[in-house]
């Protein structure tokens, strides 16, 4: 299999958009609490 600068670009840009994806989403526990930060600006804080 040969590799291309085109197929690296393409995995590239999955990987990114894989870290994108996951980073989207979190899980808190129940006995936790989290501040959601946007740009370093408090945006939400969740106790539940």
Known sequence: MR???????????LFIGLLTFTGAFFVVQEWKQVIVLQFGEPRQVITE
Do not use: C, E, M
């Open 3 to 13: 590799f291309t600068v085109r197929k690296f670009i393409i995995v590239l840009i």
